[in-house]
């Protein structure tokens, strides 16, 4: 994607050759600030207070976290750390978990001094990997995208409905909900995009729609709860959205609210797609209720961050001091509400049979006790 004029990824690696930079996306949208990444700590930590986000963001960062770590000590000892640290970040996108598996096939039975060099060969592939698999993703969604302009009077848009953020700022280039959308853009065909806020922090408000305005897609920000009424009156006509999981059965988690959508989608007949890279399919997990639901701090419930009209950045508390506040981060779509996975290989139906043809080197789940990542 383009800053400025400027061509980026979400991830890179510094002149200096022994550190990763990032953009701090908790500065975003009204600062754009970028940060070194040069140790083990420094990773983790962009992982846990959300700097980065999204799952194949997260899992690509985690594994340059690996190469940092690599960098200081590369006994088994200090990798078997390296991982452990960097799982306990984030419980619920299984990306994360993925690339730390690959890390340590890379590297683990290699002479230590060897390590670090294939660990950033490694984790350089990871983020090629990311770009073309969102590059096919939006091929295949592309198609769903121009079926629906066929069928609209000319000069109207195909108006998308998405939630949180599954673009360029959650991957390392492209996105993978987003990726359709640009390439629709990109070829010229009239498209609209409704951005849910996503609240707690805000995700579609604060990062979807600064993406989408700087790629030159039209949008509109909405209030969370708007999706259903724009349903029933016939001004959406599909809803795609990333995942950080999808389960062996095809049940997709995502970011909280999620679930609602697809609701209102079944009720009113309007197609719901899930964006899903291989990353995020979980084989060793069949049913969606056993995933791990992460639950973040009270104070992204009872906060919220803004621009005042002078131009500063201030935080203010929006709840009664003694409220208690629950934060869950994410919920699950059963698969019967999910019309197709939108994956590189295709758009397939969400169900066990389909996810195994799709992805049978997946579906052939190694057992745990070989992994160190638990």
Request: with cysteine; charged share 20%; glycine share 8%.
């Amino acid at each position: 994607m383009k800053i400025d004029g400027r061509q980026m990824r979400t991830i890179w690696i510094e002149r200096d050759g022994v550190s990763a930079g990032i953009i701090d996306q908790t500065q975003l949208p009204h600062r754009f600030v970028t940060v070194r990444l040069a140790t083990l700590e420094d990773a983790a930590r962009a992982i846990r207070t959300m700097q980065v986000r999204g799952a194949p963001l997260i899992g690509t960062t985690a594994a340059y976290g690996v190469w940092l770590a690599s960098r200081a000590d590369a006994s088994d000892e200090a990798l078997e750390k390296a991982c452990s640290t960097l799982a306990a970040t984030r419980p619920t996108a299984i990306n994360l978990k993925w690339a730390l598996d690959e890390m340590v096939a890379a590297v683990r039975n290699r002479p230590r001094n060897e390590r670090p060099d294939a660990a950033f060969l490694r984790a350089g592939e990871i983020a090629d990997e990311d770009v073309t698999i969102n590059r096919a993703i939006g091929a295949h969604g592309l198609q769903i995208i121009e079926d629906i302009a066929a069928q609209k009077k000319k000069g109207e848009p195909v108006n998308v409905l998405t939630h949180c953020n599954a673009g360029w700022l959650a991957t390392v280039d492209l996105g993978t909900a987003t990726a359709p959308i640009y390439a629709a853009h990109d070829k010229g065909l009239q498209i609209h995009v409704f951005a849910d806020e996503t609240r707690p922090r805000n995700q579609g408000a604060a990062l979807t729609a600064w993406e989408l305005g700087h790629h030159g897609v039209p949008h509109t920000v909405i209030p969370d709860n708007t999706g259903g009424h724009l349903m029933q009156h016939k001004m959406v006509d599909l809803v795609i959205v990333g995942a950080d999981r999808v389960t062996a059965q095809g049940d997709v988690c995502n970011k909280i609210g999620t679930y609602l959508k697809a609701l209102a989608a079944y009720d009113n007949a309007v197609p719901f797609y899930v964006a899903a890279p291989s990353p995020s399919i979980d084989f060793e997990i069949a049913d969606g209720a056993d995933i791990p639901i992460e639950q973040r701090a009270a104070q992204e419930v009872a906060t919220i961050t803004g621009k005042t009209s002078d131009g500063r950045i201030e935080t203010v508390q929006i709840v009664p001091d003694e409220s208690p506040v629950a934060n869950f981060a994410f919920d699950v779509t059963p698969a019967r509400l999910v019309t197709g996975l939108i994956t590189e290989r295709g758009v397939i139906t969400a169900n066990r049979a389909a996810l195994a043809q799709a992805f049978p080197e997946r579906a052939e789940v190694r057992p745990k006790s070989n992994r160190m990542v638990g």
